[in-house]
C-alpha cells in the first residue's frame, strides 16, 4: 500500500480497540518471568555453550602478544576466539569500530576474545587467565581539546550547517542577547537486559536469539560481517529488555557468539558481563554546545544560533544537538553548525532521542535565560515565537515557500500544561520560594522531536479458528508495539483483541520499521493496516461479498444485508495476506513532528543543595495515541530518563587512560525510585491524517525532549543558581548558595 | 571467579583457625560485598569458611545496660531492633540509609564494617590500585577521585570507607569483640578498628589473619537527639558524597562522625568541645590537615553545611 494522499475516514477511526488504554498483552508472561529474553531460550537450544567476552585494557594501541594457553587448558574450555583464529572479518554498516578487535585496539573494552567454555563459571574464570600484553599509543579522550580540530559534519543526512538571514548583524543589533555554553556528558543506555545472543549453526545457516531494535538491519551487518549471505542468517528478538537506542546494531555478543558456535561446533551464548557493557557497546556523546538568542524588548526573537560540538571514533557521526533549533522557534536570522572531533573513546551512537534530548539542554535553559533577561514569562516567550511553517526552511529548499508542520499544537501544550500545573503561582524571582526548610521553584521548557515513518511490513493469517495471527519483524523494547499491533489487527478485522495473536521480532517474518527514532509504532501499526486491507479482501471474495461494501464488526463480516462469521472465511483453509506501508511525498510537503511541554517543581536544600524533582507534568501533541496506556508508561519512562541526565546520569572519563570509569550500574547513577515523584502526563486530542492511515506519531523520544532543561530552570528558579554543565549535582550549586547554618 | 573449596565452620573455633592455616582463605557471612569482587577476581580467595551457622545472631543487653550485636545479626534485623531504634537511633537511620533492602536483608553487622571500598579504580582490574595489586599504584590519585578522601589519606591511596554503619558505630563508641585462633578473645575500640592506608592500603583493618569477629558491643544509651544524614548523588542507593552521624544533647553538647570523606568513618574528638558553636567551628577542627583535590574540595564545605543542617534539626 502507497501511502501518498491523507488519510480519509478508515476502520481504524471507529477506535473501539485501538485508541483505548489496553494492558500490555505480554504483560502476563513478563510479570511471571515466563517471557524468555534471548539468553534464556533454553527452549530452542538448551545446551549451549558459555562464552566470556576479553576486553581491551588500553583505549588505544595495539595487541603486543596473547597467550591462551592456561586460559586453553582451564577446565571446560572448548574453544578461544581472536581476532587471529576467526578469518576474516567484514564490519558492518552500522557499526564504526570492529566487533572483535586485535591486533590494533580500537577502544577500551573493545572485544579481544572470547572464552568459550561448558559453563559460565569455567568460561569466566579461563577468561581471567588469558594473558595478552599491549603496546599503547597516545590518544585524544577530551573533547575540550580535540573541539578545535573538529569538522563540519552533516546531521540526519542534511547540512552541517544551516544559514537563513544575516544571524551576525541581526545578533549584534539585537537589544535583548543571551550568549551562553553548555556542556553535557556522555550517557549510556544502561538497558537492564544487557545485550546478549544464543547463536547456532544449521550447516550453512546462522540462526540468532538476540536482543536488538532493528532485525532486518542487524541481519545483514551480521552478514556482511561474516562474509555469508544475508539469507542465511536468521534473527530472532521476540523480547528485547530495553535498548534506547544501545540495541540499534548488532554488538559484540552476536558475532561473538556466531564465531564461537562455528569454532565449538555447537551453539554459544554470550551476554555482554555488565562491566564490560559501557565501554564495550555505544553511548550518547558529550556535547558542547553555544547558543546565541537574539531579541526585541517585546520578545520577538530575532536571531537564533545555535552551535554544537561532539565526538567520536574516525569514522564516526555527530550528535545532531542543534535540530530542534532549526524547528522550534521563528525568527528571520539564523544559524546551526555541527562539529564532530575525532575522539579515541567508545563508539558514540543513537541513544533515545539523540540529538535532541542533548540539544533541549542546552536551547530551552537559553530560552529561560532570555525570558529572565526580558522580565517576561518563560512561557509566553516561547508562544510569541511560535511558527507554523519550519523557520529553516528556507535553507533547505532554496526559495521555495516555507514548509507548513502537518499539526503543531506546541502553544496548546504550553498553555494546558501552565494551567494544569499552576504555573501562574510561580514567583518568577528566583531563590525566593520557600516549603519548610526547602528552596521550591518551577520550571518549563518545549519539546519538539520529528515524527518519522518508513516503510513496514506485515503478514496476516486469519486461521481456521477465526484467530487472526500477526507477523512482522518489528520489535517490542518494552514500549508496547504487541499490543499497538494487536489493537490494530483487532480493529481492522472486527474482533476483539483476545482473537489476535502477535508475533515479532523474527526475520521470517516480513521487514518492519522496527523499534528506533520514534517511528515505530506510527510505522509498524500502518504496515498492520495494509496487510489486515487486504486480509479484508480475501476474506470478502471467500465469503462472495463485495469487498468494497464489506464491513467487519463483532466477529462478524456483514455486506448488505448478508453476514457471516469471520471464522467462516477460513473455514475451508487459513487465509493469509501480507503488504507493506510504502510512505509517497506527505513527509516532504509537510513536516511531521511531535510537540510537548514540560513542567517541574524542584526542591533544593538549602544546607546540601541536594535537588528533589517534586513534581513533573507533560503535555504532548503527537497524533492519535494508539494506546494511552502504553503511551503515557513511555513518557514517564522518558521523563525519568530525563531527570537522570539533569541530575546524575555522567559516563566520566578518565582522559589520562581513555575510559569511562563507571563501568556498572553501581557507578553509573540512574534515577531509583525515591528520585522520581508524582509524573502526570497529558496527550492532547490530536489525529494526523498526513502521517500515516493511522494518523498516528510517536511518543517514545518526545517524551525525554525538554525534561531535563525544564529541571535545569526549576533549579535555577528555587536558588538562583544556574549551572550550564550537566548533570546538575550538588557540588556545582553549593558554592553559590547562601550558607543557612 | 577462580576456583575455590568451601566449609562450614561447626564452631567459631574452628573457624577461626581454618582461616588462619590457610594463607588464601576467607570467611564468608552475607557474601554481598566479598561475592561481586569473587566474580571480578578482585578477591581470589582459594577456601571460603562459612560461618552463618555460628550463631552470632543475637542481640542481647549487656550488664551495663549497653547492647550486644551478634556478628551475623541481618542489616535490616538491626535497624528494626526495638532498643536500636529506642536508644540508638543515629545507628538505625544508617543501617537504613544504605545499600537497598534486598541488601540489608542479607547483610551481616560484622561484614557491614569489612566491606570494600567503591572506588571505580580497585573495581576495575586492569587500572592500577594499591589496594588491590600492593605496588602497582593508585590510579585515583591523578585520575577520577571526585568520590574519594579528602583527610587521611595517602600517596598510596585515597580511597574512603563506604559503610554507613559504621559511622554510626564510632559516634556511639561502639567495640568490636573477636576471638582469635588461639582461643583468645579481644575487645577493639572502633576508632582502632578501621586504619588509614598510609603505604599499606591493603590492609584496612587491625584483624590479624583468622581473627574472628564474633560481635558489637554499645556502650549503654547516651541518650540525645541522634541524627544520621548522608548526603549523595541520588535519593537512594548510592555512597555517600558526606555523611554526619551524630549525637546532639540538650545542652548544645554532643559528638560527630563524618562518612565519605576518609579511608574509615572519620570522628575527631577534640573537635566535639565545639558542638555548641556550631558547625564551623567543628569542622575547621574536626579536618584540620585536610588536602582535597580539585574534584573533591567540594566535600569540605559539604561536610560543614550537612553538620548545621544536622545541628538545625537537633534543635528543631
Known amino acids: ?427 518568577p524571582r528566583p531563590g525566593q520560594t520557600r516549603d519548610g526548610q526547602w528552596l521550591v521553584g518551577m520550571g518549563m521548557a518545549a519539546a519538539y522531536r520529528g515524527a518519522p515513518t518508513t516503510k513496514s511490513a506485515a503478514r496476516v493469517r486469519l486461521d481456521t479458528t477465526g484467530v487472526v495471527i500477526v507477523e512482522t519483524d518489528m520489535t517490542d523494547i518494552g514500549t508496547g508495539s504487541y499490543t499497538i499491533i494487536g489493537q490494530t489487527a483487532a480493529e481492522m478485522m472486527g474482533v476483539p483483541l483476545a482473537s489476535v495473536r502477535v508475533r515479532l521480532g523474527d526475520s521470517l517474518f516480513p521487514v518492519s520499521a522496527g523499534s528506533g527514532g520514534q517511528w515505530g509504532a506510527a510505522s509498524s501499526t500502518a504496515g498492520v493496516f495494509a496487510a489486515c486491507v487486504k486480509l479484508r479482501e480475501a476474506v470478502a471474495q471467500k465469503l462472495g461479498f463485495d469487498p468494497e461494501k464489506t464491513t467487519f464488526a463483532d466477529g462478524q463480516v456483514r455486506s448488505g444485508n448478508r453476514s457471516a462469521p469471520l471464522a467462516q472465511a477460513a473455514r475451508a483453509g487459513e487465509l493469509v495476506a501480507e503488504d507493506q506501508i510504502e510512505f509517497g511525498d506527505l513527509s516532504k510537503t509537510y513536516q511531521h513532528s511531535t510537540f510537548g511541554a514540560h513542567y517541574v517543581e524542584v526542591g533544593v536544600d538549602p544546607f546540601t543543595a541536594e535537588v528533589r524533582i517534586r513534581r513533573m507534568l507533560a503535555v504532548c501533541a503527537a497524533g492519535r495515541i494508539l494506546n494511552p496506556k502504553a503511551a503515557r508508561s513511555q513518557v514517564i519512562g522518558a521523563m525519568t530518563m530525563g531527570a537522570g541526565s539533569a541530575l546524575m546520569e555522567d559516563l566520566i572519563v578518565d582522559k589520562r587512560v581513555g575510559f569511562f570509569i563507571n563501568h556498572d550500574l553501581a557507578s553509573y547513577e540512574v534515577p531509583v525510585h525515591a528520585d522520581i515523584p508524582h509524573q502526570e502526563v497529558i496527550f492532547l486530542d490530536e489525529t494526523d491524517p498526513t502521517t500515516s492511515p493511522m494518523k498516528a506519531k510517536g511518543v517514545g523520544e518526545l517524551g525525554i525532549c525538554g525534561v531535563s532543561a525544564a529541571v535545569a530552570n526549576a533549579i535555577y528558579n528555587a536558588s538562583g543558581v544556574r549551572v550550564r554543565d550537566y548533570p546538575i549535582t550538588l557540588d556545582k550549586l553549593l558554592a553559590s548558595m547562601p550558607l543557612r547554618a | 571467579m577462580r576456583a575455590f573449596s568451601y566449609e562450614r565452620a561447626r564452631t567459631p573455633q574452628d573457624a577461626s583457625i581454618a582461616v588462619a592455616r590457610t594463607p588464601e582463605a576467607k570467611f564468608i557471612a552475607g557474601g554481598t560485598n566479598l561475592l561481586d569482587l569473587m566474580k571480578l577476581e578482585i578477591e581470589r580467595p582459594r577456601h571460603l569458611i562459612d560461618v552463618n551457622g555460628l550463631g552470632f545472631d543475637k542481640i542481647e543487653t549487656t550488664q551495663d545496660g549497653g547492647l550486644r550485636i551478634g556478628a551475623l545479626v541481618r542489616n535490616t534485623d538491626l535497624a528494626a531492633h526495638e532498643r536500636v531504634r529506642r536508644d540508638y537511633g543515629v545507628l538505625s537511620r544508617a543501617l537504613v540509609s544504605g545499600a537497598s533492602g534486598q541488601l540489608r536483608n542479607k547483610a551481616t553487622t560484622a561484614g557491614n564494617l569489612l566491606q570494600r571500598t567503591r572506588c571505580p579504580y580497585f573495581y576495575d582490574p586492569a587500572q592500577p590500585c594499591n589496594k588491590r595489586e600492593p605496588g602497582s599504584g593508585c590510579g585515583a590519585l591523578q585520575g577520577i577521585n571526585r568520590q574519594h578522601a579528602v583527610i587521611g589519606a595517602s600517596q598510596a591511596c585515597i580511597a574512603t570507607h563506604p559503610s554507613d554503619m559504621a559511622v554510626a558505630m564510632r559516634v556511639l563508641d561502639a567495640t568490636v569483640e573477636t576471638l582469635a585462633p588461639d582461643g583468645k578473645t579481644r575487645s577493639i575500640p572502633i576508632a582502632d578498628f578501621h586504619r588509614l592506608p598510609g603505604d599499606t592500603p591493603h590492609l584496612e583493618t587491625n584483624l590479624a589473619h583468622g581473627e574472628l569477629i564474633t560481635a558489637v558491643t554499645l556502650p549503654r544509651p547516651i541518650g540525645g537527639a541522634q541524627i544520621y544524614r548522608k548526603v549523595r548523588d541520588r535519593a537512594s542507593y548510592a555512597f555517600a558524597l558526606v555523611s554526619v552521624a551524630a549525637i546532639v544533647q540538650p545542652d548544645g553538647s554532643g559528638r560527630v562522625a563524618f562518612g565519605g570523606v576518609a579511608h574509615k568513618p572519620w570522628r575527631v574528638e577534640a573537635a566535639e568541645p565545639a558542638m555548641s558553636r556550631g558547625a564551623k567551628a567543628v569542622s575547621e577542627r574536626a579536618f584540620t590537615g585536610a588536602k582535597a583535590t580539585e574534584q573533591n574540595a567540594f566535600k569540605l564545605p559539604l561536610a560543614e553545611r550537612t553538620l548545621a543542617a544536622v545541628l538545625a534539626e537537633a534543635r528543631a
Request: with cysteine; hydrophobic share 40%; aromatic share 6%.
Open chain 1, 1 to 427: 500500500m502507497k501511502f501518498d494522499t491523507p488519510a480519509t475516514t478508515n476502520p481504524i477511526d471507529k477506535l473501539k480497540v485501538v485508541g483505548q488504554p489496553t494492558d500490555r498483552i505480554e504483560g502476563p508472561l513478563k510479570v511471571s518471568g515466563t517471557a524468555a529474553y534471548a539468553y534464556e531460550r533454553h527452549d530452542v537450544e538448551p545446551k549451549a555453550a558459555y562464552g566470556y567476552v576479553v576486553g581491551a585494557e588500553i583505549a588505544k594501541g595495539r595487541v603486543g602478544s596473547m597467550d591462551l594457553s592456561r586460559a586453553k587448558s582451564a577446565p571446560g574450555v572448548i574453544t578461544i576466539v581472536t581476532a587471529q583464529n576467526a578469518g576474516p572479518l567484514g564490519k558492518g554498516n552500522y557499526n564504526t569500530a570492529k566487533l572483535l578487535g586485535g591486533p590494533q585496539i580500537d577502544h577500551y573494552h573493545q572485544a579481544l576474545a572470547l572464552v568459550v567454555a561448558e559453563t559460565f563459571e569455567q568460561a569466566r574464570a579461563a577468561a581471567h587467565l588469558v594473558e595478552i600484553t599491549y603496546v599503547g599509543e597516545a590518544g585524544e579522550f577530551d573533547l575540550a581539546k580535540a573541539k578545535d580540530g573538529s569538522k563540519p559534519k552533516p546531521i540526519n543526512g542534511s547540512p552541517p550547517d544551516s544559514k537563513v538571514g544575516d544571524f551576525a548583524s541581526a545578533f549584534a543589533a539585537a537589544p535583548v542577547q543571551v550568549d551562553a555554553t553548555y556542556t553535557t556528558p556522555d550517557h549510556a543506555h544502561a538497558m537492564m537486559e544487557p545485550h546478549a545472543t544464543i547463536a547456532a549453526w544449521r550447516g550453512d545457516e546462522l540462526v540468532l536469539w538476540t536482543s536488538n531494535q532493528m532485525i532486518d538491519w542487524s541481519r545483514g551487518d551480521l552478514a556482511k560481517t561474516l562474509g555469508i549471505p544475508k539469507e542465511k542468517v536468521r534473527l530472532n528478538s521476540q523480547f528485547v529488555g530495553g535498548g534506547f537506542g544501545g540495541k540499534l546494531f548488532i554488538r559484540a555478543d552476536a558475532v561473538l557468539a556466531a564465531l564461537g558456535a562455528r569454532a565449538a561446533r555447537r551453539p554459544v551464548k554470550v551476554a555482554l558481563q555488565r562491566p564490560l557493557m559501557i565501554n564495550n557497546t555505544t553511548h550518547r556523546p558529550a556535547t558542547i554546545q553555544r547558543v546565541r538568542l537574539g531579541a526585541a524588548r517585546d520578545g520577538t526573537l530575532t536571531a537564533i544560533a545555535h552551535e554544537s560540538w561532539s565526538g567520536d571514533l574516525p569514522g564516526g557521526k555527530p550528535d545532531s544537538a542543534v535540530h530542534q533549533t532549526r524547528m522550534l522557534y521563528a525568527a528571520a536570522n539564523r544559524m546551526t553548525a555541527t562539529r564532530l572531533a575525532v575522539l579515541d573513546l567508545p563508539e558514540s551512537n543513537a541513544m533515545r532521542a539523540p540529538g535532541e534530548a542533548t540539544g533541549h539542554m542546552a536551547l530551552e535553559v537559553a530560552m529561560d535565560e532570555l525570558a529572565e533577561k526580558l522580565g517576561m514569562d518563560p512561557v509566553e516567550l516561547r508562544i510569541r515565537n511560535d511558527t507554523q511553517v519550519v523557520p529553516d526552511g528556507a535553507s533547505e529548499q532554496g526559495s521555495a515557500p516555507k514548509r507548513p508542520f502537518s499539526q503543531r499544537q506546541l502553544v496548546e501544550c504550553l498553555r494546558t500544561g501552565a494551567d494544569r500545573f499552576g504555573w501562574s503561582a510561580r514567583n
